[in-house]
């Protein structure tokens, strides 16, 4: 059996959300040991340093144009080269538009159903469409709740059977102990402070935080908003200012994983990303506590 798989999302510098997501499971199908089933990753570009080597039953094939690679180069390249894979699977919303093999594909949630204002207007076209086009097209979706299943299931009117939930694992690794004290030396960290980790945009409700963090004392608490720019995050790098605790708020963008511990560690409050408009002033009420 050939398992063929898109794995563009993992093959970048700095990953996070879908990319984190789709790296991890091709470094756990890399360790299966199965003599009947052979991977074969499809890329834009060569695989980066740190995927999975290549081996008997692992290979990587790059497949061009880059430009509408889902819509055009990757189609043309499943229809022409055999043997075709038994199976296809992307980690992301978009499967190959006109597979000639079955389908499956990944999602984490509607919220561009539920949130369609927090997106930016092309992005929401194509994860409409794409997405809808995709989920009917697929043998199987798979999702990270019950509740995004509910939702699959409402939204594309699919059978139950064909929305399969799978739980996001805990990442293992062993990385590096290093200095506490040259980590937030680094990062130009000094005093207590509030951390809130995740990409800048709308649907993670930073703005909020910070208005709800500007009317918190003592004025020697500080917050750290650690993640790079998603969209539409102009809003949220200018709301500091506009509430006048510019000199108290620190955007550190892309944080490495090896950082992230010594950063976690010596916080006063971790604050969760979250849809819900109210979760900053309920979270900031109880900054005395470890983990929200």
């Not at 889902?70 to 022409?80: E, N, R, V, W």
């Not at 059978?159 to 506490?180: F, H, L, N, R």
């Not at 995740?198 to 703005?207: A, C, E, F, I, M």
Request: proline residues 7%; contains cysteine.
């Amino acid at each position: 059996m050939i398992i063929g798989i898109d794995g563009n999302e993992a093959n970048v510098e700095r990953r996070v959300g879908i990319s984190e997501y789709a790296f991890e499971l091709l470094a756990q199908f890399a360790k299966f040991e199965v003599r009947s089933s052979k991977f074969e990753v499809y890329l834009k570009d060569q695989p980066r340093v740190d995927l999975p080597k290549e081996r008997e039953g692992w290979r990587y094939r790059i497949v061009g144009p880059r430009k509408l690679w889902t819509q055009i180069g990757l189609p043309l390249d499943l229809y022409l080269h055999k043997p075709r894979p038994d199976v296809f699977f992307s980690p992301t919303h978009y499967a190959p538009r006109f597979s000639p093999v079955p389908t499956v594909i990944s999602i984490m949630d509607l919220s561009y159903i539920h949130y369609p204002d927090m997106f930016k207007t092309s992005d929401l076209y194509q994860l409409r469409n794409w997405t809808a086009y995709s989920v009917n097209n697929a043998k199987r979706v798979f999702t990270i709740s019950t509740a995004s299943k509910d939702d699959i299931i409402r939204v594309y009117n699919v059978p139950s059977e064909k929305v399969v939930v799978t739980y996001p694992g805990i990442k293992m690794q062993k990385a590096k102990v290093k200095s506490q004290k040259s980590v937030l030396e680094k990062y130009g960290i000094d005093g207590e402070y509030i951390i809130f980790v995740g990409t800048l945009q709308p649907r993670k409700n930073v703005s909020r935080l910070i208005e709800a963090f500007a009317k918190l004392t003592p004025r020697s608490l500080s917050l750290v908003v650690v993640g790079k720019k998603g969209w539409l995050y102009e809003e949220i790098l200018e709301a500091p200012k506009k509430l006048g605790v510019e000199d108290r708020v620190k955007f550190l963008d892309f944080v490495p994983d090896e950082d992230l511990p010594s950063l976690y560690t010596n916080a006063r409050c971790f604050v969760l990303p979250s849809l819900m408009r109210d979760l900053g002033c309920q979270c900031l009420r109880q900054c005395n506590t470890d983990v929200l």
